[in-house]
């Protein structure tokens, strides 16, 4: 039986970790499926790479408010899709070359699915077993398919999709039913309407991005009502195969109704691989969604085995994962100097159209803690770039501490909100006061980053705050 120093199940984040510090142990790499992870292949690259297209054909559809004639002739789907593959499956491909090749002689790459015989005893799926003084668990999830009637069925199964799969099909669909609220399915729902895709989103709850502040919640829930059909508080009762597609019934506000679609897509949400690591057997302890527990510093429960990422954080965020897999590197070479995870400020985005972007407490957040907190809700509106774009329903909403001037949460919705929030992802992280960083530096005029400044200076906090005295 083969021993190794250091076994890394997952080709995610956690293949970064073996880097020249490393070339002195040996390393077993064990990934059954696609090297480089969800992000890479299924995730946030590939679905941002659909985006962009999308951006430019819904480009088209507002043009006429700006005095602009424009049409959307055709979306060539194949060519777009092969364009995104060609590019992401090269990478995929050097990085599996890398990791077995001559240029890192100290790493065995296994291609299988682990399992866990018992702490340090790992079957590679690949027929062999392995020992490992060491192990770092970053096998991350999958899409979580929730029981639907019908769906074991062959002949539906084959027109049902999850975000793994959704993007590689041949043809764009007329009709899509999406199942699902959050930002996946959001995304997805975008990228499909703006290629000219009749789109049908069916929601459990009253909202989209529920777990988003909720006046932000409600504006992109109004504005993707606007652009698709959108059914708020339905379940999906069954799917039936027809002749060339699927009958979806659905369970709604009104009743029972039907809905003849091409394709259906599941976007439920993810649960972590554990189950298939066998994590139990390994005497790992779980949260109840089957997440491993780690301590700040990555560490189980069980001497020498790490986790990161989606397999182990709440956050299933690659920025979130990047960082847990740097804290294990460190913490791997330096026992004796242990480093922390630093999650207290954990920015999040959603790519659809508008864009939401989030770090921090929610204002129903503050006020369920008790917290004392100001809040300034500032239009895209308000603002020159603003008046640019005609945007009269978008805003930043900034929660601040009075006392100390610092901020506590920050939530926006609207044009490239995922850049113009990153100033106070920054603010937050190195305990910025709001007044030094709405005054302590010029803000480009006429330009978005305006709207975070002007937010800044509504803050009514209270006077004269410590903190504040520079």
């Known amino acids: 039986m083969r021993h190794f120093d250091l076994a890394i199940i997952g080709t995610g984040s956690a293949n970064s970790i073996p880097g020249p510090d490393f070339d002195d142990w040996s390393i077993a790499i064990l990934e059954k499926g696609l090297f480089g992870g969800t992000c890479t292949n299924v995730g946030c690259i590939p679905t941002k790479m659909f985006v962009w297209p999308a951006e430019l054909a819904t480009g088209t559809v507002e043009a006429s408010r700006f005095g602009v004639d424009a049409s959307l002739d055709k979306v060539h789907w194949p060519a777009i899709r092969d364009r995104i593959f060609g590019r992401i499956d090269a990478i995929e491909a050097g990085g599996r070359e890398y990791r077995s090749g001559p240029r890192t002689p100290n790493q065995t790459v296994y291609t299988g699915t682990a399992r866990f015989l018992d702490a340090h005893t790992i079957d590679t799926g690949t027929g062999e077993t392995i020992t490992a003084d060491r192990i770092v668990i970053g096998a991350g999830g999958r899409p979580l398919i929730p029981d639907i009637p019908g769906l074991d069925d062959a002949t539906v199964k084959a027109r049902v999709h999850t975000s793994d799969t959704v993007m590689r099909i041949d043809d764009l669909p007329g009709r899509l039913l999406i199942i699902g609220g959050g930002y996946i399915a959001s995304e997805f729902a975008h990228v499909f309407a703006s290629f000219g895709t009749t789109v049908i989103q069916a929601v459990r709850g009253d909202r989209l991005l529920a777990k988003h502040d909720r006046d932000v919640s409600e504006v992109f829930t109004t504005d993707a009502g606007q652009r698709y059909d959108l059914r708020l508080n339905s379940q999906i009762a069954g799917l039936d195969a027809t002749a060339d597609g699927i009958t979806a ?151 601040a501490d009075p006392a100390s001037g610092r901020l506590l949460g920050a939530h926006i919705i609207g044009p490239e909100a995922a850049t113009v929030i990153q100033p106070l992802i920054q603010a937050m992280s190195f305990g910025q006061s709001v007044r030094g960083l709405a005054r302590g530096q010029y803000w480009i005029h006429p330009a978005l980053p305006e709207l975070i400044e002007n937010a800044l200076l509504g803050l009514e906090l209270d006077p004269e705050p410590a903190d504040d005295r520079e």
Do not use: C, M
């Open 249 to 399: 019934t659905l369970d709604g506000p009104d009743g029972e109704s039907t809905l003849d679609v091409d394709l259906v897509l599941i976007a439920t949400g993810r649960t972590p691989n554990s189950d298939l690591l066998d994590a139990e057997a390994a005497g790992l302890e779980l949260h109840k969604d089957g997440r491993i527990k780690v301590d700040a510093q990555q560490r189980t429960n069980v001497d020498g085995i790490w986790a990161l990422g989606d397999i182990s954080s709440h956050y299933a965020l690659k920025h979130v994962a990047n960082a847990e897999a740097r804290t294990v590197a460190h913490n791997l070479r330096h026992p004796d100097a242990l480093v922390a995870t630093d999650h207290r400020f954990v920015p999040a985005a959603v790519f659809g159209h508008p864009q939401v972007a989030s770090v921090g407490l929610t204002e129903d957040e503050a006020v369920r803690h008790g917290v004392r907190h100001v809040v300034k809700t500032q239009q895209y509106g308000d603002i020159a770039a603003g008046w640019a774009r005609e945007d009269t329903t978008h805003f930043a909403k900034l929660i």
